[in-house]
C-alpha cells in the first residue's frame, strides 16, 4: 500500500499510448462492488491502493481501497495523471471497489473490464483532445548524484512487499521517504505531482534500487508568498539530480460527465458532474 497526500498521486501505475474508444460489448467481472469510502485518516495523509489482478499474486481479484476516479480511469485506459481533466472531486473523493476476475484473463481484457465498470458504476463519458505539454527530464546533476544505494536488492512495489513512496504533507511542505526504490519509480512519482503537472522521463542512466528522502515546497504555495526550497532546487541540493524540459503533444482524456455517487449506491444526495 502507498501512503500519499491529498495532492500528490503515485502513478507508476499508468502508462501513454492506448486508444480511447470504448467497445460496444464490453468484458465485464464476475462480480463487482463499488462503494465511497466512508472513513479517513486524521494524520495529514491519504492512504490508497489498487491490487490484485493480472500479472499479480491475485489475479482473480481487483481490491481497491480509498482509490480516486481519476486514478481508477488511469490504470484502466494506461494513462498519467496530468492527461485526464475533470472536475476536483474525482482527485480527492475515494471509493471502496472488489471484483472478481475470471480465471485465465488478460490484462487487457482486465483494463477492459474496468473500463466496463466505470462506465455502468459512475456513467462516465469523455471525449479526448491533443494538447501540449511540458516533458521534464530527470538527469544527474553536473556533481553526480547524492542517492544511496538501497542495502537489499530485491526490487520494490507492493508485490514485492517493499515500503515504497511515503509521502506526507507537512504544513504546506512536502516530505518524500523513498525505500528501495529507482530513478524510474522517482520520474514517474513527479509525474503525478502537482508541482509539475506533466510527464517526468528518466535519463538518468541509473540502474539499480536508492533510499532517499525529498522535501519541498510546491510551486504553487511559493507563488502566494511561502518560504520554502522549489522542487527543482531540491532534487539539485539533495539528491544530486536535475529536471529538463521539452515540449511534446499528447492526447488528453476530457471527463464530460461523472456521478460523484457510485449508481448502485445512488440516492437522494446523488451529485452528478
Avoid at 481497491?64 to 494506461?78: D, E, F, V
Avoid at 490484462?107 to 479526448?128: D, G, P, V
Avoid at 519509480?185 to 534500487?209: E, H, I, Y
Wanted: hydrophobic content about 35%; aromatic content about 8%; charged content about 20%.
Amino acid at each position: 500500500m502507498f501512503t500519499l497526500s491529498r495532492k500528490l498521486m503515485f502513478l507508476v501505475l499508468c502508462t501513454c499510448g492506448v486508444s480511447f474508444g470504448q467497445k460496444s460489448s464490453p468484458l465485464t467481472f464476475e462480480v463487482a462492488s463499488v462503494r465511497p469510502t466512508v472513513s479517513r485518516n486524521n494524520d495529514g495523509q491519504v492512504r490508497m491502493s489498487c491490487n490484485g489482478g493480472p500479472g499479480t499474486s491475485d489475479p482473480e481479484r481487483l481490491a481497491c481501497t480509498n482509490a480516486p476516479l481519476k486514478m481508477l480511469i488511469c490504470i484502466a485506459y494506461q494513462l498519467q495523471y496530468y492527461q485526464v481533466e475533470g472536475p476536483g472531486w474525482m482527485d480527492t473523493d475515494g471509493y471502496e471497489i472488489n471484483a472478481k476476475i475470471p480465471p485465465g484473463t488478460s490484462k487487457e481484457s482486465y483494463r477492459e473490464m474496468l473500463q466496463a465498470l466505470l462506465s455502468e458504476r459512475f456513467k462516465l463519458t469523455f471525449h479526448h483532445q491533443r494538447k501540449g505539454f511540458t516533458t521534464y527530464f530527470l538527469t544527474e546533476g553536473k556533481g553526480g548524484n547524492k542517492l544511496q544505494r538501497s542495502a537489499d536488492g530485491t526490487p520494490g512495489g507492493r508485490d514485492g512487499g517493499a515500503p515504497g513512496l511515503t509521502v506526507g504533507n507537512i504544513n504546506g511542505n512536502i516530505h518524500v521517504t523513498a525505500k528501495r526504490q529507482s530513478p524510474a519509480n522517482l520520474a514517474g512519482f513527479l509525474s503525478t505531482t502537482v508541482a509539475l503537472g506533466g510527464p517526468v522521463r528518466d535519463k538518468t542512466g541509473l540502474a539499480g534500487l536508492y533510499d532517499f528522502t525529498l522535501d519541498f515546497t510546491p510551486e504553487a504555495a511559493l507563488d502566494k508568498g511561502a518560504t520554502g526550497t522549489s522542487l527543482f532546487t531540491a532534487l539539485e541540493s539533495q539528491l544530486g539530480l536535475k529536471i529538463e524540459t521539452e515540449k511534446t503533444p499528447l492526447d488528453v482524456l476530457v471527463i464530460d460527465h461523472a456521478e460523484r455517487l457510485p449508481l448502485q449506491n445512488r440516492g437522494s444526495h446523488n451529485v452528478s458532474y
